[in-house]
């Protein structure tokens, strides 16, 4: 929108000049050879390989074969009657969510806190890139802490457990597949909620004071005025985390397969671990990874979909009353 | 005026595409094997960063390896030996883990090596890929392979009987026993005694729980399944896979069984196979002894044994095994065969170099000939002035390579994985281990018959 009235009122300023200065070329074709390198790149590594992948699900290219022979939908329905894909599917879920809930919760909870003019917090620049480191360090290094801090039976965590009498015998964490799930989720909560308050921040701060303002002379509380003002005005913010927090929490690779590669009992074997291990592993079936990417592409529009449009729903009929 | 501008727009549009590219230096020799020489750094799974394995185009004879060792050998030995080879020849060292990423997917292409060094977990893979050169034409290097120990060369040779690969070493396994523990808790003074005591898994374990009574259970027999799970493939009597079928060996549900029963009776350490407890445990009191290779002494032991060096004794254990090993092959896709070759010949049965390499490192070397002549002159510090070379010397004869095949390194994997840490463990039964491994193994590999 910005844009295209900036370019009108150039047009109506350069109409007005002496035609000397009319006669200047038109230089928007410029444009085009600024944004071309990101469009080579963009056809030649997404594109193109998103397209081949969708091919490559309907074939039985696996192994050393160089060629592709068509299979219809064969692959789809084996990866269907997969019980571990069926497994790996519902234990993505489940991180997500003991990930996701008190995330955000943590996230709405900082970003009022810092944002609270009452309050008045002292330091929470301090605070806010502190918040934030864990989301620096490479995954690869978090997984190699955790792996040590857990481990067993000579882990820091075991020992200072053991020394302080809260157990007896060591605890082998990533034996069990209730503690191995929790110290994923919970990494992927610490590395993420500093980044997830700090876009709910700019929403905060993106909202007119004056609202605020006015509902102080109204004599609303700071309660009052975060659930009636900034709640309502963050949902398409909301949104955003929720859906990016999705999109990235469907993919999870890194951590669990880092940690424990994928058990115990295949408890934290993730969507993406299955199609890495389809893919690079064993017989190197690429055909059985490349249609699971598709099912993990079409799970992830279907979902994404299904919330954008139930919150729009809400709002329309918010607006209507 | 106008071209100039098309010009200049179109150079900014490639500078742009090839600084993107990384790779801008090979994109104007116009030949046809190009090569991609260009340093990348990438990282390994733990995050530890090497160098992207590259190619050196025409004329340069790429060697792509997972092991320090080849530089070592090819650098300060073949171009030692021979320094006007009027080639260059390139190496890529890449971690273990990520060897196979790295070459499978140029593997068969114009993109791949000219020689590939191949894992023991993994060598039956390439070798079995119809995609490697037969090194049956080449007369000397078969001659010379004659007094190549037989499993060395069975492992190396696809079933058809093509011998592709071949190696400079073998690897026998033996236990590692600290002399000093023995003494104090079993009143075990000698190797011999020692071998006699745990000739088998019955007198193995009676052992461990001696030890365990001797010690107020301050001591664990070994530190880990990684002990008892590499001896006990091995000795099965059948590979992973016949005729395009699992095969389950009795030797697995024993070794299920050995590892319950010392972790329910608290005679293993239980500590994860070269986790951080495993490795500390070398330089602590707390475990007997470790089952490892030729290469496991050097690599692992020794560099983290500096406190109890000395102490260690090496015997053959319950059962003779080997562990480990590194082919060489050559891709058809090389251009430079002959070449890869006279490296190949040279590497794995020169009798000089493997008698050199022998003498400065105190490899175990896959020439009979040579191992026979050298293995008289060791005193190994490190075990207490042991002959090391002469005791796998010994245990080379034994060594079956047939059970060695391409689906080892995924398998084994899933086994220790899904039914032998989860049942040793005492988290499932038994059936509910061989169920969850062999659901792995059909999702891994479609086309085998599992069951």
Known sequence: MATSTETTTEKDVAEKRPRNLAKRKNTDKWGYFFVAPFFVFFLIFNFYPMFYTIYLSFTDLAGWATEANFVGLQNYTTLLNNQLYRNSVVNTFILWVINFVPQIILAFLLAYWFTNRRLNLKGTGFFKSMFYLPNIITAASVALIFRSLFSYPRGPLNLIMLDWGLISTPVDFYRSVFSTRLIVSFIQFWMWYGQTSIVLQAGILGIDDSLFDAARVDGATDWQSFTKITMPLMKPITLYVLVTSLIGGLQIFDIPYLLTGGGPAQSVETMMIFIYKQAFQGGRNLNIASTASVFLLIMTAVISLFIFNSFRERSTKKGAR | ?451
Request: charged fraction near 25%; glycine fraction near 8%.
């Open chain 2, 1 to 451: 005026m106008l071209n100039k501008k098309w010009f200049l727009g179109l150079a900014t549009m490639s500078a742009l595409t090839l600084a993107a590219c990384g790779n801008g230096g090979a994109a104007d020799e116009g030949t046809v094997d190009e090569g991609t020489t260009d340093e990348e750094v990438v990282e390994t799974e733990d995050g530890e960063e090497f160098e992207a394995p590259t190619t050196g185009g025409e004329g340069v004879l790429d060697v792509w390896t997972f092991t320090d060792e080849a530089s070592t050998m090819i650098n300060d030995y073949y171009l030692e030996e021979f320094p006007d080879l009027g080639y260059e020849i390139n190496i890529s060292e890449i971690p273990t883990e990520e060897f196979e990423t790295q070459l499978d997917p140029v593997f068969g292409t114009d993109s791949a090596p000219d020689v590939i060094f191949a894992e023991q977990a993994f060598v039956k893979k390439y070798v079995e890929s119809g995609m490697l050169v037969d090194l049956g034409q080449y007369d000397d290097l078969v001659n010379g392979a004659e007094a190549t120990y037989e499993y060395v060369k069975e492992i190396g040779t696809q079933e058809d009987t093509t011998f592709v690969m071949n190696s400079w070493q073998t690897t026998p396994g033996a236990f590692f026993y600290r002399q000093d523990l023995a003494s104090e808790y079993l009143g075990i003074e000698s190797p011999e005694d020692m071998q006699a005591a745990i000739n088998d898994w019955d007198g193995f374990l009676e052992t461990a729980r001696e030890l365990k009574e001797a010690s107020d259970g301050s001591v664990y027999m070994v530190s880990s399944r990684g002990d008892l799970n590499h001896p006990y493939y091995m000795s099965r009597e059948q590979g992973w896979v016949v005729d395009g079928e699992l095969v389950i060996d009795e030797q697995l549900y024993e070794l299920l069984d050995t590892a319950k029963t010392m972790v329910d009776e608290g005679l293993m350490m239980d500590a994860d196979p070269q986790g951080e407890e495993y490795f500390a445990a070398m330089n602590g009191d707390e475990v007997l002894g470790y089952s490892l290779p030729t290469w496991g002494m050097h690599f692992w032991l020794k560099p983290n044994a500096d406190e109890t060096a000395g102490n260690w004794r090496m015997v053959t254990g319950p059962t003779s095994y080997f562990r480990g090993g590194t082919w060489i092959g050559i891709t058809q896709t090389s251009d430079m065969q002959d070449e890869a070759a006279d490296l190949i010949q040279w590497l794995t049965t020169s009798e000089d170099f493997m008698t050199t390499w022998a003498e400065d490192t105190g490899d175990v070397v896959s020439n009979e000939n040579v191992v026979e002549s050298v293995r008289g002159d060791y005193e190994e510090e490190f075990l207490g002035g042991q002959n090391h070379y002469d005791a796998f010397a010994d245990a080379i004869p034994a060594i079956d390579g047939s059970i060695i095949t391409e689906y080892d390194q995924t398998i084994s994997g899933a086994f220790d994985d899904l039914a032998l840490t989860p049942y040793s463990k005492g988290e499932i039964t038994q059936e509910e281990a061989i169920e969850a491994f062999k659901l792995e193994v059909q999702n891994l590999y479609p086309n085998l018959q599992v069951d």
